[in-house]
């Protein structure tokens, strides 16, 4: 049924019916825009869930690169080891054969020497594998906060897209409703509805204490007069139909 006001463009007025069609589109545009603002924070949250496993990825990796770059050097001090010990006992097979004291006593030495180092590398080595045992424990622990936020996010995800395919509905049968109720305007009426609705997302705003509601703007006596005269009255700032309270 099409409610059909006395007269036609603004200033017209307007019966029960009609008042009652505006106040229930009103409702049904908040109520659209509050469905819509839920629909657009779920995928924000997904994007907070996504950047804090970045963020964790990014440690994981930090720590591996730490394991990597201290096994690196335990390695390349075990080779240090390796080659002094190896320098150690040639030196040892060469000690019989010298002719001289003097030649023996200042290869013993040099062989003293090389131990004497090789054992700092050995205790460096020792002190660098403990080290590494913890950083390898930090990796591990990285790994399973980033596990940890993984599965949490494939929860989220899961729940999201679920959650997402009922709201959709609802917002498809709101918006249904919606136009339901608006196809009950006349076609004039429509159009003035339309152009706010288009424009702000919204195309009837109530009017409290002079205040037009959907755009915070105060408006004129005038216009407050109009609109408790139960004129077809619009915010000449936001252009809305101005309802009272019902």
Known sequence: MTINPEGSGEGRNL??????VLHRLMAADRDIAQAHASLDR??????????????????VRTATDTVKVAQKRIDRKSLESD????????LEGQLFSLKTNDEFE?????????????????????????ALETLKADEAGEKDKLRALQANLAKAEE??????A????????????????????????????????ERRGSGVARLVDQVCKG???????NVLGAVMA???TRCPHCQRILVLES
Do not use: F
């Open 166 to 197: 009922v709201a959709e509905t609802e917002v498809m049968a709101k918006e249904e409703a919606r136009q339901a109720l608006r196809d009950q305007l006349s076609e004039d009426l429509r159009a003035l509805y339309d152009v706010a609705h």
């Open 42 to 59: 779920r995928p924000k949250e997904l994007d907070l869930k996504r950047r804090e496993v970045a963020t964790q990825e990014a440690a």
């Open 215 to 221: 755009c915070d703007t105060q408006v004129t006596m």
């Open 106 to 130: 200042a290869m013993k030495h040099q062989i003293a020497q090389r131990r004497e180092k090789d054992d700092l590398i050995q205790t460096e080595v020792l002190e660098l594998l403990e």
């Open 230 to 232: 139960r004129k077809l």
């Open 83 to 90: 080659a002094l010990e190896a320098d150690v006992k040639k």
């Open 159 to 164: 729940r999201v897209r679920a959650e997402l």
């Open 15 to 20: 019966d029960a019916g009609m008042l009652a």
